[in-house]
Structures are given as structure tokens and as C-alpha cells.
């Protein structure tokens, strides 16, 4: 079986102090959060109406940009589309039925699962690199607000289910043209790019 071709969050924070010191310092936080209410229980119509546009498209090109996250693409809609303290609160009152109705969704069709949170996103086009071990997915997503086209990677395999930004362009021929380079290789070399934390 390959190697993986992509470090994991521990590893990238030892090879950074400063972002280990950041990290630790926001976990403290997350630790001493409020205690979760019982009563409340958050779904669908809370995130759509509380989704914050701006700051997803800000963060998920800081923080994801050829960095490896788990989960899927509602992951990244709760983790970079609201302020930190409300993605504790999210995680921690979101109906568990609402959750994972929405995380297969993600999975089986990313155009209809945006159009659940908004109009912004136009889906272009995607395609996948299969193999008896391994399964992975592009997709390309076109942003009315900014006029940029974002490709995304994701790998399907449960162990190492997650995603990241590849590529932004305000050009859809070259990310269309960058989209099936990444596909070809993947296929040729039977594994991802290496994917790293770049600023």
C-alpha cells in the first residue's frame, strides 16, 4: 500500500512551535467553553440562517488551502463559515439525525448540498480517480460574491476521509485544465499530492 502523501495535524504542529502554541491556547478555550444546554438542539434552518459567507470564503483559503481537514464539505461550512464560539456551539447542540443527513448529502452530491446554505455557489464540474483501495474526488465550485473558482480534493476512504482547498483561480480554464492534471496524476501514481499547511 502507497505511503500517505499528506502529514497529519500532529505532525504539522510539531514542526511548528508557534502554531502548537497557538493551537494549545485554543483548545483551553474550547475546553472551558459553556457547558452544552440540553434544551437546545440545532439543525438546518439555524446554520442557513447564520452561515457566514464572507468569512467562509475568507477562511477556507487561510486555513484549508492545501491542508488537510476531516470530514466533508459540511465540515468546512460549520468549521470556516461561523465565528469560533459558534462552531463549539454548533458541534455541541446539532441534531445528531440533522447531522448526518446533511454529511451524506455532501457526500452524494456538493451542489445540492450548497444550495442548502446558499445561492453564492455555482458547481462547474468534478471528477474522480478510483482504484480497488482507493477512492478520491475533484470538484470545482464557481463564487458569484468574488468571482473565483475553487477546486477541492477530497479522499473517500474512511481512514483517511477529508479535504482540502487545491487551487483558486478567477479563471475557469486554467483550473479546469489544473483539475484534470490532478486527476491524471492521482490516477498515474495511484496516490494524492503531497499536501501541506501553506500561508
Same mark, same amino acid.
Request: proline share 3%; with cysteine; hydrophobic share 35%.
Given at each position: 500500500?502507497?505511503?500517505?502523501?499528506? *502529514?497529519?495535524? !500532529?505532525?504539522?504542529?510539531?514542526?511548528?512551535?508557534?502554531?502548537?502554541?497557538?493551537? +494549545?491556547?485554543?483548545?483551553?478555550?474550547?475546553? @472551558?467553553?459553556?457547558?452544552?444546554?440540553?434544551?437546545?438542539?440545532?439543525?438546518?434552518?439555524?446554520?442557513?440562517?447564520?452561515?457566514?459567507?464572507?468569512?467562509?470564503?475568507?477562511?477556507?483559503?487561510?486555513?484549508?488551502?492545501?491542508?488537510?481537514?476531516?470530514?466533508?464539505?459540511?465540515?468546512?461550512?460549520?468549521?470556516?463559515?461561523?465565528?469560533?464560539e459558534e462552531?463549539?456551539?454548533?458541534? !455541541?447542540?446539532? !441534531?445528531?439525525?440533522?447531522?448526518?443527513?446533511?454529511?451524506?448529502?455532501? !457526500?452524494?452530491?456538493?451542489?445540492?448540498?450548497?444550495?442548502?446554505?446558499?445561492?453564492?455557489?455555482?458547481?462547474?464540474?468534478?471528477?474522480?480517480?478510483?482504484?480497488?483501495?482507493?477512492?478520491?474526488?475533484?470538484?470545482?465550485?464557481?463564487?458569484?460574491?468574488?468571482?473565483?473558482?475553487?477546486?477541492?480534493?477530497?479522499d473517500h476512504?474512511?481512514?483517511?476521509?477529508?479535504?482540502?482547498?487545491?487551487?483558486?483561480?478567477?479563471?475557469?480554464?486554467?483550473?479546469? @485544465?489544473?483539475?484534470?492534471?490532478? *486527476?491524471?496524476?492521482?490516477?498515474?501514481? +495511484?496516490?494524492?499530492?503531497?499536501?501541506?499547511?501553506?500561508?
Open positions: 500500500m502507497n505511503k500517505k502523501s499528506y *502529514i497529519t495535524f !500532529d505532525e504539522m504542529l510539531d514542526r511548528d512551535p508557534k502554531l502548537k502554541k497557538k493551537f +494549545n491556547k485554543e483548545f483551553a478555550k474550547y475546553q @472551558n467553553r459553556p457547558k452544552p444546554n440540553k434544551n437546545l438542539k440545532i439543525g438546518l434552518e439555524y446554520l442557513r440562517k447564520n452561515f457566514n459567507l464572507d468569512l467562509f470564503l475568507k477562511n477556507i483559503v487561510k486555513l484549508n488551502y492545501k491542508y488537510w481537514e476531516e470530514g466533508n464539505m459540511l465540515n468546512r461550512i460549520i468549521d470556516y463559515g461561523f465565528e469560533k462552531v463549539y456551539k454548533i458541534y !455541541d447542540h446539532i !441534531d445528531a439525525k440533522e447531522y448526518d443527513k446533511l454529511y451524506k448529502l455532501a !457526500d452524494r452530491s456538493v451542489h445540492k448540498f450548497f444550495l442548502k446554505f446558499t445561492n453564492n455557489f455555482e458547481f462547474i464540474d468534478g471528477d474522480i480517480a478510483e482504484t480497488p483501495e482507493y477512492f478520491w474526488s475533484t470538484f470545482i465550485i464557481y463564487a458569484n460574491r468574488n468571482d473565483n473558482y475553487y477546486l477541492f480534493l477530497e476512504n474512511p481512514e483517511n476521509r477529508g479535504n482540502c482547498l487545491y487551487f483558486k483561480s478567477i479563471n475557469e480554464k486554467i483550473i479546469l @485544465n489544473r483539475m484534470n492534471k490532478l *486527476i491524471k496524476n492521482t490516477k498515474r501514481l +495511484n496516490k494524492l499530492p503531497k499536501i501541506s499547511k501553506t500561508k
